[in-house]
């Protein structure tokens, strides 16, 4: 405090040193929300073509509940149980992402995903090791098994440090309408200093949306174009999403595995340096006898 009060110029380098470290707080956030949208976006085209509902959204799922529950015939491979146990089995990972993270703080959604995680995974090697008739008739209840993992998700990218949805576009699409309002009514007598938090916002919802969109098209493609059953397409999703909430608990808490890794690093970076000025120095050529005798001259 008395740097800041005595030196106007250390008063500027350390705004400046809090707006970038700011910056760079936002800008990962803002990358690991915009992985996990290219993550659920494909998860939800291939379950959707898998189990003929979506894992990572209840939205749909809702409406096909109403809808069979009105007119059972209208969906005859499935019953409104169904669609009731996704709905039931998504809110049971929500609710043990909450327990985790009370009871290891900022860490929650990374220790719920290792059950939930394992389970999925299980659930691939099922369809991988049995054949597409028994698919069908017993397996398509796995679901169950498949949605906790992005209840989790959605709770710990909602209530955690970036307080963002990932699985879902609808809540970034009413805050572009609002940015657009607040930037047409600026004119008007809106604060101009909300407008940087405006543009925050509206990066990361950008970058949401074009996410969720390219995952959907990077599933569509996988099912479509390459030449694998889409049995196995799910394998990877649990080991994507598990390293992102160990991502996404590190931003609310560094991790002494990275900050082990960036000690290590620095230290490396700065015996190289050292090095690289102990060789400069050595270059440099020693004084002649004749020169330290003529300076000897000189100084006489």
């Known amino acids: 405090l008395l740097l800041l009060e005595s030196s106007p110029y250390f008063f500027l380098c350390f705004i400046w040193i809090m707006v970038s470290s700011e910056e ?3 800008t990962k956030h803002a990358w690991i929300a915009t992985l996990f949208a290219v993550v659920t976006g494909y998860a939800d085209v291939v379950s959707l073509v898998r189990y003929q509902a979506f894992a990572s959204i209840l939205t749909g799922n809702a409406i096909w509940l109403g809808r069979v529950a009105i007119d059972p015939k209208s969906d005859d491979e499935h019953t409104g149980w169904y669609y009731v146990a996704i709905c039931a089995s998504f809110s049971l990972g929500s ?13 929650g959604g990374s220790i719920a995903a290792i059950p939930l995680a394992t389970l999925m995974l299980l659930t691939e090697i099922a369809y991988m090791v049995t054949e597409c008739s028994f698919h069908e008739d017993y397996l398509r209840w796995t679901v169950v098994l498949v ?7 959605a709770a710990a990218c909602s209530n955690g440090r970036m307080g963002t949805h990932t699985t879902m576009v609808t809540g970034h699409i009413l805050t572009l309408t609002q940015i657009a309002g607040n930037l047409l009514m600026a004119r008007f007598g809106y604060d101009p200093m909300k ?8 990066m990361m919802s950008i970058m949401v949306i074009a996410a969720t969109i390219a995952g959907a098209c990077l599933g569509s493609y996988a099912l479509v174009k390459v030449e ?9 999703v649990p080991l994507l999403l598990y390293g992102l909430l160990w991502l996404h608990d590190h931003l609310a808490k560094p991790r002494s595995l990275i900050k082990r890794v960036q000690k290590k690093w620095r230290a490396h970076r700065q015996h190289s340096e050292v ?3 102990i060789s400069v120095d050595s270059e440099d050529p020693a004084p002649s006898a004749e020169s330290s005798e003529d300076e000897d001259e000189d100084t006489a």
């Open 24 to 26: 760079w707080r936002f």
């Open 95 to 107: 609710v043990l992402h909450r327990i985790c993270e009370l009871r290891w703080p900022n860490r």
């Open 147 to 153: 949605a906790p993992i992005f209840g989790v998700v």
């Open 195 to 202: 407008l940087h938090v405006d543009k925050r916002k509206s």
């Open 228 to 236: 694998v059953c889409h049995d196995v397409l799910l394998f990877p």
């Open 275 to 277: 090095s690289e000025d």
